[in-house]
């Protein structure tokens, strides 16, 4: 289509030619000054996007641009709370963070139930039925505080997570307090648990294969204990291959069903057979006072050595995702009370039924 426009300071006549299907001529008239382009008057190609009228270049708007910026990164930041070191993501512990409550519960549990928990009556025997209760019980409710704390600790500073005892150590007293503080008990403590799994786990696999053997024509002194030591080690080191904690969820699950059903068949067990003959609950005579004191503090160093698991709840924290709404100490402190009342209903009854099955002769009749 051709079209004509006369533009004068007189009104502007815009004539378009009809085609043979058009409307008659029609005539706009319109000052200079609001000749603007429209649908009405150009094709489409000389249409062009209509801009935001709100898009007003201003010296303010620069800097007002940077800062909603730098807020919605803020928020992002804060909303996600997944700020890591650069460590984090190549660790085997916090490599990954699709852990759940259920990954939580099995390796609590799995952590927080050992061949230590066997000896409590025998701190029952120093303390006697109340005082032992009461120890216990007020053990247990430390331990469950002290979890809380840990985990309430862990996002304690928004878009930051402390996944280990030195860094949060650290945060809290300084670099170099931190450290001093925490790092000799961190490695003197990791390399006596190796040495004491590492021993027991041995002890155990070689058990096992005389157990075997008994009935199999097999000679079960061939291997030697410090050979079945080096045997638990090389399972130990293949097991850590596996890439995070999160990939050993099940071998978690196999041993705390496994802890559970040795405390528990070693209760019922006790409380089954027929108890011994001269049973008797009051407590052991002593030499002396000293002696009488160190027996109560030997005592309390057994039901405090039953309770563990602190060493890894940062960890199993650290494998979990967060964020503003769904922050990681849920699903965690979810996990960590269905996992202690498991470990309760093993504990409790494996120190009074225990106690209650052979009283002080339980140093003489160990139930392990």
């Given at each position: 289509?051709?079209?004509?426009?006369e533009?004068n300071?007189?009104p502007v006549?815009i004539?378009?030619?009809?085609?043979?299907?058009e409307?008659?001529?029609?005539?706009i008239?319109?000052?200079p000054?609001q000749?603007?382009?429209?649908?009405l008057i150009f094709?489409?190609?000389?249409?062009?996007?209509?801009?935001?009228p709100?898009?007003?270049?201003?010296?303010?708007?620069?800097?007002?641009?940077?800062?909603?910026?730098?807020m919605?990164?803020?928020?992002?930041e804060?909303?996600?709370?997944?700020k890591?070191?650069?460590?984090e993501?190549?660790l085997?512990?916090?490599?990954?963070?699709?852990?759940n409550a259920?990954y939580?519960?099995?390796h609590?549990?799995?952590?927080?139930?050992?061949i230590?928990?066997?000896?409590?009556?025998?701190?029952?025997?120093?303390l006697?039925?109340?005082?032992g209760?009461?120890?216990l019980?007020?053990?247990?409710?430390?331990q469950?505080?002290t979890l809380?704390l840990?985990?309430q600790?862990h996002?304690?500073?928004?878009?930051?997570r402390?996944?280990?005892?030195l860094?949060?150590?650290?945060?809290?007293?300084?670099?170099k307090?931190?450290?001093?503080?925490t790092?000799?008990?961190?490695m003197?403590?990791?390399g006596g648990?190796c040495?004491?799994l590492?021993?027991?786990?041995?002890?155990?696999l070689?058990?096992?294969?005389?157990?075997?053997?008994s009935n199999?024509a097999?000679?079960a002194?061939s291997?030697?204990t410090?050979?079945w030591?080096?045997?638990?080690?090389?399972?130990?080191?293949i097991?850590?291959?596996?890439?995070n904690?999160?990939?050993?969820a099940g071998?978690?699950?196999?041993?705390a069903?496994t802890?559970?059903?040795?405390c528990?068949?070693?209760w019922?067990?006790?409380?089954a057979?027929?108890?011994?003959?001269?049973i008797?609950?009051?407590?052991?005579?002593t030499?002396s006072?000293i002696?009488k004191?160190?027996?109560?503090?030997?005592?309390?160093g057994?039901?405090a050595?039953?309770?563990?698991?602190h060493?890894?709840v940062?960890?199993?924290q650290?494998?979990?995702?967060?964020s503003l709404?769904?922050?990681?100490?849920?699903p965690m402190?979810k996990?960590?009370?269905?996992?202690y009342l498991?470990?309760?209903c093993?504990?409790?009854?494996?120190a009074?039924?225990?106690?209650?099955?052979?009283g002080?002769?339980?140093i003489?009749h160990?139930?392990y």
């Amino acid at each position: 289509m051709s079209e004509v426009v006369e533009v004068n300071s007189s009104p502007v006549t815009i004539i378009k030619n009809p085609s043979a299907t058009e409307s008659p001529v029609q005539e706009i008239s319109a000052p200079p000054y609001q000749l603007t382009p429209s649908p009405l008057i150009f094709d489409s190609a000389h249409q062009t996007n209509p801009k935001s009228p709100f898009a007003v270049v201003t010296p303010l708007a620069s800097p007002m641009k940077k800062a909603m910026k730098s807020m919605q990164n803020y928020l992002e930041e804060i909303g996600h709370l997944t700020k890591l070191d650069p460590q984090e993501d190549w660790l085997p512990i916090t490599e990954s963070r699709n852990g759940n409550a259920y990954y939580a519960a099995f390796h609590t549990l799995s952590s927080g139930i050992g061949i230590q928990a066997l000896v409590l009556p025998l701190a029952f025997t120093a303390l006697g039925w109340t005082w032992g209760i009461i120890c216990l019980s007020l053990a247990f409710v430390w331990q469950l505080y002290t979890l809380w704390l840990l985990i309430q600790l862990h996002e304690s500073v928004p878009g930051t997570r402390y996944s280990r005892y030195l860094v949060l150590s650290m945060a809290a007293f300084g670099n170099k307090l931190g450290k001093l503080s925490t790092l000799l008990p961190t490695m003197y403590l990791s390399g006596g648990t190796c040495v004491t799994l590492i021993m027991i786990g041995g002890a155990t696999l070689k058990i096992f294969f005389q157990m075997v053997c008994s009935n199999l024509a097999c000679n079960a002194d061939s291997i030697t204990t410090v050979e079945w030591y080096i045997v638990f080690t090389c399972s130990a080191v293949i097991l850590a291959q596996l890439p995070n904690l999160n990939s050993i969820a099940g071998v978690s699950l196999i041993g705390a069903a496994t802890a559970v059903t040795y405390c528990t068949l070693t209760w019922v067990l006790s409380v089954a057979k027929n108890r011994p003959n001269g049973i008797s609950y009051e407590s052991l005579e002593t030499k002396s006072d000293i002696a009488k004191i160190c027996g109560i503090l030997n005592a309390l160093g057994i039901i405090a050595f039953a309770f563990r698991g602190h060493n890894l709840v940062l960890e199993i924290q650290g494998t979990m995702p967060s964020s503003l709404k769904h922050p990681s100490n849920l699903p965690m402190w979810k996990g960590v009370k269905f996992s202690y009342l498991i470990i309760a209903c093993c504990l409790f009854p494996l120190a009074i039924g225990g106690y209650w099955a052979y009283g002080n002769l339980v140093i003489l009749h160990s139930i392990y």
